[in-house]
């Protein structure tokens, strides 16, 4: 019995204890929620001035999981970020009232990132620090209408499916706080803004949409001719867990 006690006070006494000044690596997932300035941009002005849309998406999500290699002050990201708009189903009404169609939208995507953080206060349990973050995305837009008799009479369609892509540069910064929770997981709280902005968008497939026949790989144009743009610029406030291995 002596000799079991002894044993679990010398195991209890090689316990690992937590220091930020010593854990180098550790593998992460976070999550974000921003608010939208994507707007109508999707669809707004694919059918015309004639349709009026009342909605647009609220947010955008994320969803991230990468590693993070760091020193006591300085510290490195990379890792691949999933990004979605608030799915948005809307009505289209001419400037009357009278229901043009019903419309789905969603914007999506994938973004390779990577990041540098400075712990500008670091203390054994916690530190406070500033990230610069940059990437690639590929995104997705997806719209569909379904027209009803006064939208069929008006465009001569009676569905429009929509998919385009795109590729474009994310860039953040952040201001966060990580802290130890339990053992080797430590949580993070950051808040900033992100920049994210869709100059053109191409399509994935072909189709008839308001304007016609499009083809694949064609520029995405609203009716006036104009090129469909968006913006999935914000400010945000994400959550995340770090699990340290040395």
Do not use: C
């Not at 976070?30 to 669809?43: C, F, M, N, Q």
């Not at 973050?133 to 939208?151: H, I, R, V």
């Amino acid at each position: 019995m002596k000799i079991l006690i002894i044993l679990l006070f010398a195991a209890n006494a090689q316990a690992r204890v937590f220091n930020f000044q010593n854990e180098h690596f550790a593998p992460y997932f976070r999550g974000s929620i921003g608010l939208s300035t994507l707007g109508d941009s999707a669809y707004g002005g694919a059918s015309g001035t004639s349709t009026k849309f009342s909605e647009t998406p609220d947010y955008n999500y994320t969803g991230e999981a990468g590693f993070l290699f760091t020193t006591a002050r300085i510290g490195f990201t990379f890792g691949v970020e999933f990004l979605t708009s608030s799915k948005l189903s809307t009505e289209g009404n001419t400037s009357s009232g009278t229901k043009l169609m019903d419309l789905d939208s969603k914007v999506s995507g994938t973004i390779l990132k990577g990041g540098i953080l400075w712990h500008y206060k670091v203390g054994t349990m916690y530190r406070a620090y500033i990230a610069l973050n940059g990437g690639l995305a590929d995104l997705k837009m997806k719209n569909n209408s379904e027209l009803t008799a006064a939208g069929t009479t008006a465009y001569s369609l009676t569905t429009v499916d929509e998919v385009a892509v795109a590729q474009s540069v994310l860039a953040e910064m952040l201001f966060g706080f990580e802290f130890n929770l339990a053992d080797v997981t430590t949580m993070i709280v950051e808040g900033g803004y992100r920049s994210l902005k869709v100059d053109k968008w191409e399509y994935d497939g072909s189709g008839t949409n308001f304007l016609g026949a499009y083809t694949d790989g064609g520029t995405v144009l609203n009716h006036d001719g104009t090129k469909r743009q968006s913006n999935l610029s914000g400010w945000l406030l994400a959550i995340g867990f770090r699990f340290y291995i040395n």
